[in-house]
């Protein structure tokens, strides 16, 4: 069992050109499109959050279903969903403005035990970002690496979100040490200002850093470089591609056996290449149709 910790909210996506342009409700959420993304790979999965009791919460909690994921360790509220609207530029990325204020997402609390069988819990995004949730999310993540699980960590920023830069830079450096797999972007990595050798003398046993059309790169702690180009593909938008990255990664790594620090250490050069160019194909196939549409199992080559 794969859970994955974060939040669900509705992504508000333009049809068309302007600040207006119809906009269309969209389930989503950095850890959501995980989710829905390793339940459609065939991963067993499970979500760990809060959504509202609300008509948008019930529709997330539907999508999941949908996906297979195992939805019995959602809390629920009377508070709004979280709304994240999206603008499209030319080349098909998204940038997102959030409307956060009392939404039931924030009011996450963390569970006393994860569900059984679980061998890799992945965090990330607005939920590590906003208090009072985002230090409950912090606990479930040192817990679950106390307790030896393999644990899987997006940062995924959204600068605006962030009011003190240095402090959110501080705290993401204090969880490296109970992170197994760093994947981040290259805009992410600029931001945060550090480096991969850094990062993974801190704990991570691979940092993977995604490229956009150019591909995806893995750093390992024996210093090895692995790197793939990208699929192409006609881009219609890049809205949870880097969802789409995450759940290929936490799949492959399963369908190798390799969910553990010790597993991923021994993964020779063709192994990562084979990970690598899985997870490639996959955001391909998100970036070819409009929102975080993440592939079934039987739209991908396996790994």
């Known amino acids: 069992m794969i859970v994955v910790a974060g939040e669900a909210l509705i992504d508000l996506v333009p049809q068309g050109t302007g600040a207006l342009a119809g906009l269309t409700p969209a389930l989503g959420g950095g850890p959501y499109n995980t989710a829905v993304a390793l339940g459609r790979l065939g991963s067993p999965t499970a979500f760990c959050s809060r959504t509202s009791s609300d008509a948008f919460g019930e529709a997330l909690l539907d999508g999941l279903r949908r996906a297979s994921v195992d939805v019995s360790a959602v809390q629920r509220g009377p508070e709004p969903t979280t709304l994240a609207v999206a603008t499209i530029d030319a080349h098909g990325s998204a940038a997102y403005s959030f409307y956060v204020d009392g939404t039931a997402d924030r009011l996450f609390t963390a569970p006393d035990r994860l569900p ?17 949730g985002a230090s409950a999310y912090e606990e479930l993540m040192r817990t679950a690496a106390a307790q030896g699980v393999f644990t899987a960590l997006d940062p995924n920023i959204r600068a605006g979100l962030i009011p003190d830069p240095d402090a959110y830079r501080a705290r993401f450096k204090s969880w490296l040490p109970s992170v197994s797999l760093l994947k981040l972007s290259e805009e992410d990595a600029l931001w945060l200002g550090g480096t991969p050798r850094e990062w993974l003398a801190s704990g991570p046993s691979a940092v993977v850093i995604t490229q956009g059309g150019d591909g995806l790169t893995a750093f390992t702690r024996d210093g090895g470089v692995h790197s793939v180009p990208g699929e192409e593909v006609d881009v219609v938008d890049t809205i949870g591609a880097g969802d789409t990255v995450n759940a290929a990664l936490l799949h492959g790594l399963s369908a190798l056996d390799a969910l553990s620090a010790e597993a991923v250490e021994a993964l020779r050069r063709d192994d990562w290449t084979r990970l690598l160019r899985f997870a490639a194909r996959a955001a391909a196939v998100t970036c070819s149709r409009a929102g975080a549409e993440p592939p079934y199992a039987d739209e991908v080559a396996g790994i």
Do not use: H, N, Y
Not at 116 to 124: H, M, Q, W
């Open 116 to 132: 059984a069988g679980t061998r890799a819990v992945s965090f990330g995004t607005c939920s590590l970002v906003l208090e009072p």
